[in-house]
């Protein structure tokens, strides 16, 4: 059959556009689940052997894009490579761009848009790039919603849209008009069940970025429910693993941290696999000194948190390395050390996370803690609530000086009675603490009420749990307050009717 030269050529050309734009598809086969496992575990190295043997066979297939864009940004966050950052940039720029030329029809399509502008967003708001993070935030807002629109059964998706519903929902009521101005919604109830849907979901996608769940749910959970056994109870169920997955570990041994339990933090960075198959966290030591601090181990914290400071090239927690590591001297009655080291809080890092706020005020005040106050803080901050009650019951009121150092006396008082139960006794050194302490620079009064909030919202008393948490929400100019507001936030919310 002969064919007209022009038919000819038409013909030609529309099989080159059908192979050119027909070609792409995203398909989350066993190799990339394998190679997306390995980096949560961060095995990065491993990662990138699975990521480049499904490159090599179907190049065509577009999900190792996410794989390659979670392992950068999880070397980026850990290892605050700021100059790899604008190569970062470029590179989602490009991975969105193929992704989104893809015309195949399925649900990673839109889902792979939506994540890498997740991942581009806490790669921004981890370099303090308060725009980038915003825009981003809002693109995989608006991407996943249209996901979940879609294909509303699609398990992987309700991971990462229930997290961005779940932290919008504690925005606080004076940024709220930002969200309304970029079409955002929030609702932390709702996102975290998001998240359990996919945990508990049994389709065939249930096993795609079900670590990721198992690592963001907890947090969701003591954070912003406001429920930290729950999120203790989520994480002894047995489903983590914490000795081969690092970011499982890593979830849970700050989820005991911050709740008192160093005990058990310690026993996951001890346990933890660090044969070299996994990616070196200098963070570790940083939280291995945390935890040796709140027991008092303070030469072994002293090394962890110098060995931290020492290899260390990024910026976050330095400054509050170095005010831990000046706390330490100082309470080794060392006044030379103390002061060299609060030096260098000002002279490395930088100010972004609150710690590191509260390490340069300080710093800056001349202001050293009273030993006794420091030293009950630590032991109830890693879980002695006895030895922080008879630390606190040798003190002497008149020993207190500045009305700061009495304002923490009534703080550290409320909070180990808390701690040992005793909520009624501490309620009123909580009331004592807001009086004495609201308008100072020190976060005393503002975490008082939000965990008379917290006291309140537990024996279901929830208008007064509101009026604790508004208490808080109003107190400005003190330390911690973006993280105080977060969780008053959010505990408001929760005192809302369903």
């Known amino acids: 059959m002969y064919l007209p030269r022009r038919t000819l050529l038409c013909t030609m050309l529309w099989c080159l556009s059908t192979l050119s734009f027909g070609q792409d598809r995203l398909e989350w086969n066993d190799r990339v689940q394998r190679a997306w496992e390995s980096v949560t575990s961060m095995r990065m190295a491993e990662a990138m052997a699975w990521s480049d043997a499904e490159k090599a066979k179907y190049p065509e297939n577009l999900a190792p894009l996410l794989v390659d864009s979670y392992a950068e940004l999880l070397q980026l966050f850990f290892g605050e490579l700021r100059t790899r950052y604008p190569h970062y940039q470029d590179m989602q720029y490009k991975r969105i761009k193929r992704i989104e030329a893809c015309r ?17 967003a806490l790669a921004a708001i981890r370099f303090d790039d308060k725009w980038n993070a915003t825009i981003e935030t809002r693109k995989a807002y608006l991407l996943l919603r249209e996901n979940q629109s879609r294909y509303p059964q699609f398990g ?68 912003l429910e406001g429920d930290p056994a729950k999120s203790i109870r989520f994480i002894e169920k047995g489903g983590l693993d914490l000795v081969h997955n690092h970011l499982h570990a890593f979830m849970a041994m700050n989820i005991y941290i911050n709740n008192q ?28 000194g945390h935890i040796y601090l709140n027991l008092f181990r303070l030469k072994e914290a002293q090394a962890a948190l110098t060995r931290f400071v020492s290899t260390f090239k990024g910026e976050y927690y330095i400054r509050d390395a170095y005010e831990k590591l000046s706390w330490i001297a100082w309470l080794q009655q060392d006044t030379r050390r103390a002061e060299g080291l609060r030096a260098m ?17 300080n710093a800056r005040s001349g202001q050293w803690p009273h ?21 606190l019951q040798t003190a002497d009121s008149r020993q207190f000086r500045t009305r700061a150092e009495r304002t923490e006396y009534c703080y550290r008082m409320g909070r180990t009675l808390d701690l040992l139960g005793r909520k009624e006794e501490a309620l009123s050194y909580y009331v004592q603490t807001i ?64």
Not at 371 to 391: I, M
């Open 104 to 120: 195949d029809k399925n649900p990673f399509v839109l889902f792979g848009q939506g994540l890498l502008h997740f991942h581009g």
């Open 156 to 223: 992987p998706c309700k991971v990462y849209f229930g997290v961005l519903t779940s932290m919008l929902g504690a925005v606080p009521n004076g940024y709220q008009w930002i969200l309304h101005l970029f079409g955002l919604r929030g609702d932390i109830r709702k996102g975290n069940r998001m998240l359990t849907d996919h945990i508990e979901g049994r389709t065939q996608y249930a096993q795609v970025c079900r670590s990721e769940t198992l690592i963001l749910y907890p947090y969701l959970v003591s954070v």
């Open 261 to 288: 339990r160093s005990e058990a933090a310690l026993r996951i960075v001890n346990g933890i696999d660090t044969s070299r198959a996994y990616l070196p966290i200098p963070f570790w030591d940083f939280e291995r």
């Open 345 to 361: 809080v000002l002279q490395r890092g930088t100010d972004v996370s609150d710690a590191d706020k509260s390490a340069t005020g």
């Open 371 to 391: 030993p006794l106050l420091l030293k009950a803080r630590l032991l109830s901050d890693g879980g002695l609530q006895s030895q922080a009650w008879e630390t």
């Open 435 to 498: 009086e004495q302490g609201n308008g100072q620079r020190e976060y005393f009064a503002a975490r008082a009420a939000l965990q008379s909030g917290l006291i309140f919202e537990e024996r279901g008393e929830l208008t007064r749990a509101a009026a604790s948490y508004g208490q808080c929400l109003e107190m400005s100019g003190h330390e911690y307050k973006n993280s105080l507001d977060q969780k008053a936030k959010a505990g408001l919310q929760r005192c809302k009717p369903e």
